[in-house]
Each structure stands twice: as structure tokens, then as C-alpha cells.
């Protein structure tokens, strides 16, 4: 991958600059109402062992079947992701025993995955960009989920989860720095979420992330990586790379070597521990599911999913730069979630399309934040800041008054009009109501007026402050300094 | 013997339609026949209550004239079907004492045809045997005894109480399952007729898998045009396998025509093994002359991957088995061994839970899946099956089926093969290539041997062409005229 500097992601050890590795294998909950091979259901948050079919729980002679929207679903994400989609995929067993794996194998895809090499474009803080290679997307099976706290010497298994489609997303080693492994995660989380392929729910488990780190001097080789497995959030992401990173290079600092090996992130000590060696590593004996045919795809299935994709996030901020005038930070911060993108455009139609991204990304968010609202649950709704910016735009409104008309909204949620006409919040441009102000003001300061006149411009900003005092803020600010000029000078 | 259980499942339909006796009194027959050949141990689980009770609503059908096309029918299941309610063992101690709650399609769709459940069939442990000796419930023996020899002899497996029951008239049909010969062999073993269909011709739903690229169920009965009843029933696509075919099921006694003209016969010659008795080759050259008689040309064909088919399916069916039986782990179903961790308590669960035989398998079938033997055994063996595949291919060009041996001997005797499992293995010679190519094949028995033992001939048809299998088999069946019965040594 293009890189213009390395400079920003080394990081210097106590025998000079190491360059971090990463590369991640994000699983992600495909949205669906039932599971991959079965007709149960998959919600979220079920009493134990309610969604289970007897093809979840492995019964004697229960056969899977492929649920067609999971494969409608990865292929769109495969889209979504400007990938390969391989119109002949298998589905293989990986066998491994344990208690919340039913079957004895997790059906998955090993050699021939339904999604090929892809690519993603990550936004950084500084305001580049750069591309993320997918190596390859995969389906599936989750497994269920034991429970070793519920009783002294037993554990309990909940199935619910079992047989659930996951995706597995691989990215290429292309990553150098956590904030890059971060902007990634977010920026899948984001394409998914557009697609409505999967929830992006990191904290209910919609999806995990296998974060793969090694450490080389610059321009060497890659060195022997570790994988952390089910890191569980954004932020767990960039520290267990931190951690991880450092821990390495300490090591090899030392003189020692990097063991391949599986580890855990624990948040709360801030370390990485290990799981298993590679010796110890399982033998999958993968092999083509027998119960399950080959995956034809019709390349036709695929154009009508291509038809059917919404606009992705990258064009979007690139429609919003180009069309609505708006700075890459804006639109960045708009697109970053679809639903904020449809309120913007919402507000926006046939408005000053900068004044409502100041309003949506400025007042409008810091609401949903102090609230916990949600665009979705917000009282505060796109005809009403539409309504808003028109009182604006119209000169009923100032500034500085639709900021107060706006903090009543959230008080209030009551549209803006009424808000102005309740309390008579308008703003005043009649010239005569101004004009008179001004002429009271004068009179009532006929020395600073001798003062003004003779030369002491500065008290132009007293006479302003004086006529919105009498006006009680109402008046147009442009009007006033325009009348005051002109009288002031006599 | 009642007379009732000497009937051919096609003259019990006609004598159930013409009122010459009820479904009751056809189950009741049968019933008792089977209450007094418990020293077959051909049952695992018998179910006269629900024969009767299956049979009194045959019988109000009928009297209602709603006929089923098998109604009334009293039929037994070779204990790898799931059927509702009903133990369902696999004659291995692991299941421990598993009731489904669900039915296989295939029973179920027996059942939704009339016919008369009177249980459950003993088999090999999980399908996995060659005499029926492997099985937790112990060995099944053959009706058939050698001339003037009270040696129990097998009756061949995995579905060797279904041939048996079969043979000794304990039912009109019965279902089995083939993997690598599991209905031929033990059909000919013991004197029937049985058909592995296509692959994906019967729905493998509730079946419990051996190894599921293979597994086919089909029909054991004594006679061709029973045969071609039973498996019109079990036939059909099922939405819950996704490797049924979606094709309509003919009537496949419209194909018992007796008419053989202008059929291309082939006649495989690397099925001309050595070591193979005398009276096979016999009873395969008077296959032939029957054919030839009937009006079939006969040409000498090759299949020159024979020789790899049983090292290739003694890759292929364990690999999927050790898969295939993983989930007997003792955590949501059958028997438990407790244990103080979990790795301790699958140890125990499974070491106690199933045979010799079946851990045989799921050592080799895990063994040739490992890392570093994946491609040297598996890879290659399913290499190799594309090549047995289209060695038919090539061969189908020329002729429109194929007529073989179905077995490399008549049946032997009680513990003669179980210490040796190789050559238990080569009893699976004739008939596991059509398991690795998917293609219907039929086995009927054609004469006795030197010993007054049942001998079968084997007909291999094209994919889905079980029409053309049963039409042949059906010639062959009244060339041989095969009235030959055991007597009823068993009966007590």
C-alpha cells in the first residue's frame, strides 16, 4: 500500500525505530432473520436455548441448508467492499471439539471463500487517506456460547447463538499504527452499517475482531506475528496493539525471539497474555461439507444486488465535497453513519447546505450527545431545523437567536415558528423600530455622540450594545450597524 | 406360518384391495412372526401397538375407500432412520436410549403411503460393517443355513436385519441404507432384492450419516416389482437435503415391462477378480445368458479404476464418519460418561459409547483429514473418485447399464471375517463403486450356490435411471425364477 511517509508510525525503541504490522480478521453478524443453515431465529438478548433449531444443536441426521439472504448479505458486502465475488465457493468442515460446538465441526469456508481480494480506504486524523487491502470474506457458522459462572462445578451452554452467519473479514498486514487499525475497524463498521449487513454492535458481540501484530525494523522483513483473539471494541483494538507492540519489542530489544502464537487482551491489566502455542494449535481437518453442494452463484443474482447497493460512505462525502460545497472534514463526519447522512440531506434540501452542516455537525449533535438521543429518537427532527434555517435565512432569526430559539427546542421540543411566536423571539429589521432605538440611544448619550463624531471611532461597538439593549436583542445586527453608521454620522 | 407373510408386498396390496383379509390381520401375522424369530435378533426395538394401531386406520381408509398406495402394508426400519418417538439407536450404546422427536422423510413418507410400522432393525454400529456383527445389540444371524449345517451364519450388513427379516417373512419390505454395499450385500447374503437409488434420489434428512457423500437409503423386499413399490414412497425431493434432487419419481413399476431388447449390457472386466470363488463367475455367466436370451446385447466394457475403489472409499467414507460422529459427544443427546473436564468426559463418553469398529474409523477418517496426510489420502481418493465417476461416464456412452457380481462369495459364517477387518473390507468389492459415483444398483439373487446358499447378480444403472436397473433386474429375477426359502430353523 501508498504511503507517502512512514515517519508518522515508527516508533522508536531503545535501539532504534521499529515499524508495527497489523492486520485484521474482523467477524461480523450478518443481519438476518434466521440463522445460516437453520430457520431459527437469531435475536439478540433470547432466554437461553429459545432460538434453537435441532440442526443448531446437531441431531442425529439433521442436515444444514443454506439461508439464501446470508449469501445475498455477504455478497453485498463483498461489493461494498469493491471485491472479487467468486461465483463458485465451498463450504468445508473445521472440526474441533468443544461443548458449545454441536456439531463437532463449525461449517465455514476454507479454500474457497465466497469473496475474494477487495479493498477499503481508511480517513486518519490528519486528513489522509489510505487504502486497506481485503484479502478475502467469508460465511460462517457462530458457535453457542458456554456460561461457567452460573454454577459451582458445572458450565451451561446457551445454543441461541449457535449457527448464527458470521462473516469473516481479512484485511491484508497493510495496517502500521493502531489509529490505523482503529480507523479501519470503524470504517468497515460503517460500510456494513450502510450495507445493513451486520449491526456493527460491538458491545452485544455483532462483531469481534482478531488483531494480528508483528514488529520489524523499517524496511525488513515481516516478523513473526501474534494473534489476539476476540478483541471486542474500537478502543480494545488500538490498546491491545499498543501493548502488544511494545511487548514485542521489548523482547526482541533483549535479545529474544517472538514466539507465533494466540493471545488475549486483557483490558483491565493492560497486557496481552497467552492463550495457545502454535504447537498447541488445533487441527481443523478441514474438508468440503458433504451435506452441502458447491455455491453456484448467478452472475445475474449479483448484478441485481450491485443494482440494489445504497451509496456507499466514500462516495457520499465525495457527493457532499462536490455538491454541497462542504469541507472533507464535514462530510467525513456526516457520512460516518448513514442515518446522520440521510438528516443532513434531510435538513439541507433546498437550503444554505453549509449553514445546515454547521447545524446538524454544530448545536444539532452536541444535543443528541448531552440528551442520549439518537437521530432515530431525537424529538428534535430535519423539518425543524429546516424550519430553523429558513427563520434564519429570512432574517427572522439571528445568530445568536436561534441559538437561544434552539435551546428552547431541546427543552421544549416544540417546532421553532412556535418558539418565536410564544415567545416573540423575533428578530426585528424594521428600519423604524431601529431607527428609533438609535435616536433614543443618542439622545440619552449626546456626549459620547460629541465624542464619536470628533473622532473616537471605538465607541461604535457601545452605540451597538446600547440599541440591542433597547431592542432586547431582537434587532438585526446588520441593519443596526448599517442605520447606526449613517446616523451617527449626522 | 401364516400365509399371510409369504405374500409378495404387491399380492398383499392386491389381496388387502380385494378384501381377502384386513390390514389387522396382515399386521397381526406379522406381528407374531416377528415375537417368535427373537433368535434372528433381527429387531432392536419392536412396535406391535403401533402396527396394530397403524393397521385398524389402514383398514378405515380402505372401508372409507382412501386407499394409500402401500396402505396396510406392515414394513420394518433399519434402526439408522430417526423416527418420531420411537428409540432410535443406531445399534451403538452412545445414542443411550435417544427417542427423536422428529421422523426421517423417507419413513415419513412411508408412513403418509398407509404402510404399517412394526419396528426397529438391527445394523452394524452406525452403518459400519459388513455382517451385521459390529452392532451394540449383538450380531444378527442369517435365516439361510448351509446344507445339512447348523453353523449360524451372517447375513451380511450394515443392514443385516432388514435382509434378515426380509428373508425369514418377519415383514413385506424393509428400509436399508447403502454406503459402500449395506442394501446389495446383505440383500444378497440372504436371497432378496434391495436398491441403493442414485445418490440424492432419497432424502438423507433423519437419517443418522455414516458418511453422507455416500449414504443412499433404498428398499430390501423379496421381489423386483416390490422393490420398485417401496421405493417409489421413499423417493422425492426434500428441501431439507440439499443433495436431493429436484426430479419427479416415475412409477417405477411401469418399468418392470419383462421387455430387455436392444439393451446395452456391460460387462465390466476388472470385475473378473482373482480369488473370487468359481460360483460367482458362474452365476455372473449365467447373468449374462439370461440377458442375451432376453433380447439384450451383451459387451464386455472397462472400468480401469476398479482396483482403486475400495482403498478409495475406505478414505473417503471414514473421513466424513469421524466428522459425521463427532457430534456424539454427551453433551446435549444419548449416553454420558461424567468426567472431571470436559476433554475427560468426551473420552470416557465416546471410548464407552462406541465399538470397536466404528473407533477403527474415526481413527483412519481423522488420520488421512490431518495436517500433512490431507493431500497424500483424502485429495487424492477424491481425485481418484472422479475418476471411478467417470470411468461410468465413458462406459454409459456404450452400453445403458451394467451387470456384476454383487458379492465376492455367499454368505460366511459367524465370527469367520470380524478379527480380520481388511478382509471384511473386500466383501465391499462389487458394490462400492457405485456408492463413489452415485449411481443406482440393484441386487438380485440369482441362484444357490454348492452349499444351498443365495447368491446375488448386481445391475448398475445411469444416474437416476433406476427405471432401466429395475427393469433388467426384473428380467434377471424371472430368468432365475428364485423360489429357494430358508426353512424356519428359528422359529420357536
Redesign the interface.
Known amino acids: 500500500m501508498a504511503r507517502e511517509s512512514a515517519a508518522a508510525t515508527v516508533i522508536e525503541g531503545a535501539t532504534g525505530p521499529w515499524e508495527m504490522v497489523i492486520g485484521l480478521e474482523v467477524h461480523a453478524q450478518v443481519v438476518s432473520v434466521s440463522k445460516l443453515f437453520s430457520g431459527a431465529p437469531t435475536v439478540f438478548g433470547a432466554e437461553p436455548n429459545t432460538q434453537v433449531s435441532?440442526i443448531d444443536?446437531?441431531?442425529?441426521?439433521?442436515?444444514?441448508?443454506?439461508n439464501e439472504v446470508c449469501i445475498a448479505q455477504a455478497v453485498r458486502t463483498g461489493l461494498g467492499l469493491q471485491a472479487q465475488i467468486n461465483l463458485h465457493s465451498v463450504f468445508d468442515?473445521k472440526?474441533y471439539?468443544?461443548?458449545d460446538l454441536?456439531?463437532?465441526?463449525q461449517i465455514s469456508q476454507y479454500l474457497q471463500p465466497i469473496v475474494g481480494m477487495g479493498s477499503m480506504i481508511i480517513d486518519l486524523a490528519d486528513g489522509t487517506s489510505r487504502t486497506v487491502g481485503i484479502t478475502r470474506l467469508h460465511l460462517e457458522q457462530d458457535a453457542g456460547k458456554s456460561l461457567h459462572d452460573q454454577h459451582p462445578s458445572l458450565?451451561y451452554?446457551d445454543l441461541n447463538r449457535a449457527g448464527i452467519a458470521l462473516m469473516e473479514i481479512v484485511s491484508e498486514p497493510d495496517m502500521r499504527s493502531a489509529e490505523e487499525a482503529g480507523a479501519y475497524v470503524k470504517k468497515l463498521r460503517t460500510i456494513l452499517r450502510y450495507l445493513g449487513t451486520c449491526d456493527g454492535n460491538m458491545e452485544e458481540g455483532s462483531m469481534r475482531a482478531d488483531v494480528n501484530v508483528s514488529v520489524r525494523r523499517p524496511g525488513e522483513p515481516y516478523g513473526t506475528r501474534c494473534e489476539i483473539k476476540n478483541v471486542n471494541s474500537v478502543r480494545y483494538v488500538m490498546q491491545a496493539i499498543e501493548v502488544e507492540a511494545r511487548r514485542q519489542i521489548d523482547i526482541l530489544e533483549a535479545g529474544g525471539k517472538i514466539a507465533q502464537e494466540t493471545r488475549l487482551f486483557d483490558p483491565g491489566r493492560g497486557e496481552t497474555r497467552s492463550m495457545r502455542s502454535k504447537e498447541e494449535a488445533h487441527?481443523y481437518?478441514?474438508?468440503p461439507d458433504?451435506?452441502?453442494?458447491p455455491l453456484i452463484l448467478d452472475p445475474a443474482f449479483v448484478e441485481a444486488l450491485k443494482a440494489d447497493l445504497p451509496e456507499l460512505p466514500d462516495a457520499k462525502k465525495a457527493r457532499f465535497v462536490a455538491d454541497y460545497g462542504l469541507s472533507p472534514y464535514d462530510a467525513g463526519v456526516l457520512v460516518a453513519d448513514r442515518a446522520s447522512a440521510d438528516f443532513y440531506e434531510a435538513v439541507a434540501k433546498g437550503r444554505d447546505a453549509r449553514l445546515a452542516a454547521n447545524w446538524v455537525t454544530g448545536d444539532f449533535f452536541a444535543s443528541l450527545n448531552s440528551q442520549g438521543w439518537t437521530i432515530e429518537t431525537s424529538p428534535i427532527t430535519a423539518d425543524h431545523l429546516r424550519e430553523l434555517i429558513d427563520l434564519i435565512t429570512d432574517g427572522t432569526l439571528s445568530g445568536r437567536l436561534a441559538k437561544e430559539v434552539f435551546e428552547v427546542m431541546v427543552e421544549t421540543h416544540q417546532a421553532p415558528g412556535q418558539i418565536v411566536e410564544e415567545r416573540g423571539l423575533r428578530q426585528v429589521t424594521d428600519t423604524g423600530a431601529i431607527e428609533a432605538a438609535i435616536t433614543a440611544v443618542m439622545g440619552a448619550n449626546a456626549d459620547k455622540v460629541a465624542q464619536y463624531r470628533s473622532g473616537k471611532d471605538k465607541l461604535f461597538g457601545f452605540f451597538v450594545g446600547q440599541v440591542m439593549k433597547q431592542t432586547e436583542g431582537k434587532a438585526n445586527p446588520a441593519a443596526v450597524n448599517e442605520l447606526l453608521l449613517t446616523m451617527l454620522k449626522g | 406360518m401364516s400365509a399371510l407373510t409369504d405374500l409378495s408386498l404387491a399380492d398383499a396390496l392386491t389381496g388387502l384391495a380385494a378384501k381377502d383379509f384386513s390390514a389387522r390381520e396382515l399386521a397381526t401375522a406379522h406381528v407374531e412372526a416377528v415375537a417368535a424369530a427373537s433368535t434372528l435378533n433381527a429387531f432392536v426395538v419392536e412396535t406391535p401397538e403401533r402396527a396394530l394401531a397403524d393397521a385398524e386406520a389402514s383398514d378405515a381408509r380402505r372401508a372409507r375407500g382412501e386407499a394409500l398406495p402401500l396402505d396396510g402394508i406392515p414394513l420394518a426400519i433399519k434402526d439408522l432412520?430417526?423416527t418420531k418417538g420411537i428409540r432410535?439407536t443406531?445399534a451403538s450404546r452412545i445414542?443411550g436410549d435417544?427417542t427423536?422427536?422428529?421422523e426421517?422423510t423417507v419413513t415419513s413418507q412411508l408412513w403418509r403411503d398407509g404402510a404399517v410400522m412394526l419396528g426397529k432393525l438391527n445394523l452394524d454400529e452406525f452403518a459400519m460393517g459388513s455382517s451385521n456383527e459390529t452392532s451394540a445389540f449383538g450380531p444378527v444371524k442369517n435365516p439361510w443355513r448351509r446344507t445339512g449345517d447348523t453353523a449360524v451364519l451372517v447375513p451380511g450388513g450394515s443392514s443385516g436385519g432388514s435382509a434378515a427379516a426380509v428373508a425369514a417373512r418377519l415383514c413385506l419390505g424393509a428400509t436399508g441404507t447403502d454406503t459402500g454395499g449395506s442394501i446389495r450385500q446383505p440383500a444378497a447374503f440372504t436371497g432378496i432384492v434391495g436398491i441403493k437409488p442414485t445418490y440424492g434420489r432419497c432424502s438423507?434428512?433423519?437419517?443418522?450419516?455414516f458418511?453422507?457423500?455416500l449414504d443412499q437409503a433404498g428398499p430390501m423386499t423379496r421381489t423386483v416389482t416390490d422393490a420398485a413399490l417401496m421405493l417409489r414412497s421413499m423417493a422425492g425431493h426434500d428441501?431439507?437435503?440439499?443433495?436431493s434432487a429436484n426430479r419427479a419419481v416415475p412409477d417405477y413399476t411401469k418399468a418392470l415391462t419383462g421387455d430387455v431388447r436392444g439393451l446395452k449390457i456391460g460387462i465390466p472386466k476388472e470385475y473378473r477378480i482373482e480369488g473370487v470363488p468359481a460360483e460367482i463367475g458362474r452365476l455372473w455367466e449365467q447373468g449374462i445368458e439370461w440377458l442375451k436370451a432376453a433380447g439384450a446385447e451383451i459387451r464386455e466394457i472397462s472400468l480401469p479404476h476398479t482396483s482403486q475403489s475400495l482403498p478409495t472409499y475406505y478414505i473417503v467414507a471414514p473421513?466424513?464418519a469421524?466428522?459425521n460422529?463427532?457430534?456424539y459427544?454427551g453433551?446435549?443427546?444419548g449416553a454420558r460418561q461424567p468426567g472431571r473436564t470436559?476433554?475427560e468426559m468426551?473420552e470416557k463418553t465416546r471410548g464407552a459409547g462406541f465399538g470397536r469398529e466404528v473407533r477403527r474409523r474415526i481413527l483412519i477418517g481423522?488420520y488421512v483429514?490431518?495436517?500433512g496426510y490431507?493431500d497424500a489420502y483424502?485429495l487424492k481418493a477424491q481425485k481418484v473418485r472422479s475418476l471411478i465417476a467417470r470411468d461410468f461416464t465413458e462406459a454409459y456412452k456404450e452400453v445403458d447399464a451394467i451387470l456384476a457380481p454383487a458379492t465376492p462369495s455367499a454368505a460366511f459364517a459367524a465370527g469367520e471375517k470380524s478379527a480380520d477387518p481388511l478382509a471384511m473390507y473386500l466383501n465391499d468389492v462389487f458394490t462400492v463403486t457405485a456408492n463413489l459415483a452415485g449411481l443406482p444398483a440393484l441386487a438380485v439373487p440369482a441362484g444357490l450356490n454348492s452349499q444351498g446358499l443365495p447368491l446375488g447378480l448386481q445391475v448398475i444403472g445411469r444416474a437416476f435411471d433406476e427405471e432401466t436397473v429395475l427393469r433388467i433386474g426384473h428380467v434377471i429375477e424371472k430368468a432365475a425364477a428364485f423360489t429357494a426359502r430358508p426353512d424356519n430353523w428359528w422359529r420357536v
Do not use: H
Request: charged residues 15%; glycine residues 6%.
Open positions: 435441532l444443536a446437531g441431531f442425529p441426521g439433521m442436515l444444514p441448508v443454506i468442515r472440526n471439539f468443544y461443548a454441536p456439531q463437532g465441526y458450565s451452554i487441527d481437518r478441514y474438508f458433504p451435506d452441502l453442494l | 432412520f430417526c432410535t443406531a445414542l435417544f427423536p422427536t422428529y426421517s438423507r434428512w433423519g437419517i443418522v450419516a458418511a453422507s457423500s428441501p431439507k437435503d440439499s443433495t473421513a466424513e469421524s466428522s460422529l463427532a457430534r459427544d453433551v446435549r443427546f470436559l476433554p468426551y481423522t483429514l490431518s495436517a490431507y483424502y
